[in-house]
């Protein structure tokens, strides 16, 4: 499933912390709607009922 991913570096020595930018991960799957490989005819009630996000 495509996600969002936040890392955040933590200092031990110091206690800083650093974020870092957000990535955005996408999937392959066919069935998740933010997938490059999500057909394009796949709309409607039957996309919602068998597809993913």
Not at 12 to 27: K, N, S
Request: charged residues 20%; contains cysteine.
């Amino acid at each position: 499933m495509c996600c969002i991913r936040r890392v955040r570096n933590i200092y031990t020595g110091c206690g800083h912390a650093q974020d870092l930018p957000e990535q955005f991960v996408q999937c392959l799957n066919e069935k998740c709607k933010l997938s490059p490989r999500h057909p394009p005819y796949c709309q409607g009630d039957a996309c919602k009922a068998g597809c993913w996000q």
